[in-house]
């Protein structure tokens, strides 16, 4: 009989190298929101992990690489938060509303720590490069998927036939974006429920007669002439 062969066992190396890494990009990504994208470095993320220079090199190979490797996990993680849960919904005003509300409580947690996405724009957009470009293409995804859901809600008949989507999508994507600079720089109280009140009545502008009752507004905003008298 021939004798068996025994087999190799396999190498846990390439396993712990996965974890290793995934433990850096986890780190690097606290310090990117904290110090921004230009503000990595191998020598900091060294010392943060507390590994040496030459082992966080090891696992990128250059700093542009590190900072690509952080908007690619910032953006996964955007995803499984924010976009990936909004399927669940009926597609149309429902998808939209769970969208805007996802992209809501993440942005309200990142009011103290930073958003990649907008330092990074700040950071990067004279600039040209590898970096830039997948700062951009994640960007650019999500608010083409956000447009996608805009242009949903229309053809389910949520929104008015005239309903302008890029328009509706932009605005969108503007409130996030005032937000940001509200909370965050100005450190205003208001607004969170200035950018919910807002949402809302980016809507209400072009819902149609057939929006599902679930996708309206919980309370309407009071008309400009009400407004006016309770000001007075």
Request: glycine share 6%; proline share 4%; hydrophobic share 50%.
């Given at each position: 009989?021939t004798?068996p062969?025994?087999?190799?066992k396999?190498?846990?190396?390439?396993?712990?190298?996965?974890?290793t890494?995934?433990?850096?990009?986890d780190?690097?990504?606290?310090?990117?929101?904290?110090?921004?994208l230009?503000?990595?470095?191998i020598g900091?993320?060294?010392e943060?992990?507390q590994?040496?220079?030459?082992?966080?090199f090891?696992?990128?190979?250059s700093?542009e690489e590190?900072?690509?490797?952080?908007?690619r996990?910032?953006?996964q993680?955007?995803?499984?938060?924010v976009?990936?849960p909004?399927?669940?919904?009926?597609?149309?005003?429902p998808r939209l509303?769970a969208?805007?509300?996802?992209?809501?409580?993440r942005?309200?947690?990142e009011?103290?720590?930073?958003?990649?996405?907008?330092?990074?724009?700040v950071e990067f957009?004279d600039?040209?490069?590898?970096?830039?470009?997948?700062?951009?293409?994640?960007?650019n995804?999500w608010?083409?998927?956000?447009?996608r859901a805009?242009?949903q809600?229309?053809?389910?008949g949520?929104?008015r036939?005239?309903?302008?989507?890029k328009?509706?999508?932009f605005?969108?994507?503007?409130?996030?974006?005032?937000?940001h600079?509200?909370?965050?720089?100005?450190?205003?109280p208001?607004?969170?429920?200035?950018?919910?009140?807002?949402f809302?009545n980016?809507?209400?502008?072009?819902?149609?007669?057939?929006?599902p009752?679930?996708?309206?507004?919980?309370?309407?905003?009071?008309?400009a002439s009400?407004?006016?008298r309770s000001a007075g």
């Open positions: 009989m004798a062969v025994a087999l190799a396999p190498s846990r190396a390439p396993a712990k190298g996965q974890q890494k995934a433990v850096i990009i780190a690097a990504l606290g310090l990117a929101a904290q110090i921004g230009e503000g990595l470095s900091a993320l060294a943060v992990t590994m040496s220079k030459s082992g966080v090891a696992h990128f190979g700093r590190l900072q690509i490797s952080v908007v996990e910032y953006h993680r955007f995803e499984q938060e976009f990936f909004a399927l669940k919904q009926p597609r149309g005003l509303r969208m805007f509300a996802n992209w809501m409580k942005t309200s947690a009011i103290d720590s930073g958003c990649i996405y907008i330092s990074g724009a957009d600039r040209t490069g590898p970096v830039r470009d997948a700062l951009a293409d994640s960007v995804t608010l083409a998927a956000m447009y805009v242009v809600a229309k053809a389910e949520h929104l036939a005239d309903a302008d989507e328009q509706i999508a605005e969108i994507h503007a409130l996030i974006l005032a937000l600079y509200e909370a965050r720089f100005l450190r205003s208001e607004s969170l429920e200035r950018a919910n009140i807002g809302d980016i809507l209400a502008r072009s819902l149609s007669a057939d929006a009752p679930a996708a309206l507004p919980a309370s309407k905003p009071a008309p009400r407004r006016n």
